[in-house]
Each structure stands twice: as structure tokens, then as C-alpha cells.
Nanobody, 126 residues
Framework: QVQLVESGGGLAQTGDSLTLSCAASGRTFSPYTMGWFRQAPGKERDFVAGIMWSDATTYYADSVKGRFTISRDNSANTVSLQMDNLKPEDTAIYFC???????????????????WGQGTQVSVSS
């Protein structure tokens, strides 16, 4: 398994921007489909965004489409989540996850991801 460490969370106000980063180590990064998931207080963990290992095709939850951008840098072994126009409902712990040679069919299913980071807190005030 690849080891993942998230960074970049913090406090923000409505309309602000934050960028989350996830650094991978321990395995070759390029064959991993990467995803961001989040868990708000008292709620289940949900898919936010994903990026394919094969062609960098991106996928987004409807709630963040047009505001969040996922990207990857295989040379640096990192995946990032640029979050613009933040809203209070974006408040959650954000997790980075990896699925080796993951397929598009499973990219929104957290059960397909077998490596997870520890999470980073994002709090957005109104």
C-alpha cells in the first residue's frame, strides 16, 4: 500500500479558497487512481473528487462541481484539491485515498480505495 499524508486544511470564511495537498510515499504513485472524500460531523464519509491514474480524467460530486479542482503531479507524488468559493457546508474532515489502477466505475465508491490518509480538517464559517 501507498502511504498518504494530507495537508492544507484550516479555517476559512464563506467565499474563500483553500488548497489541500496529499503526499504519497512507499510505492510508485502513477498507477494509483486518487480520490478525495470528506466526512462532516455526524455524517457518513462522501466522495468529493477523483482523478484517474491512466489519463487524469477527473470526476466530481455535484455539490462541488465548478468550485473544486483536483489535479495530480506524478513527478512529485502529490494530488491536490483546489477549493474555491467555499461554503459552510464544505466543513468536514477531508481524506485522500488511493486505489491502484482504479477504474472509473468505482471512483466514487470509497470501498474501492485501500490506502487512506489521516485526514485534514476544513472549517468554513459564514
Amino acid at each position: 500500500q501507498v502511504q498518504l499524508v494530507e495537508s492544507g486544511g484550516g479555517l476559512a470564511q464563506t467565499g474563500d479558497s483553500l488548497t489541500l495537498s496529499c503526499a504519497a510515499s512507499g510505492r510508485t504513485f502513477s498507477p494509483y487512481t486518487m480520490g478525495w472524500f470528506r466526512q462532516a460531523p455526524g455524517k457518513e464519509r462522501d466522495f468529493v473528487a477523483g482523478i484517474m491514474w491512466s489519463d487524469a480524467t477527473t470526476y466530481y460530486a455535484d455539490s462541488v462541481k465548478g468550485r473544486f479542482t483536483i489535479s495530480r503531479d506524478n513527478s512529485a507524488n502529490t494530488v491536490s484539491l483546489q477549493m474555491d468559493n467555499l461554503k459552510p457546508e464544505d466543513t468536514a474532515i477531508y481524506f485522500c485515498a488511493a486505489d491502484i489502477q482504479g477504474l472509473p466505475y468505482y471512483i466514487k465508491d470509497q470501498r474501492a480505495f485501500d490506502s487512506w490518509g489521516q485526514g485534514t480538517q476544513v472549517s468554513v464559517s459564514s
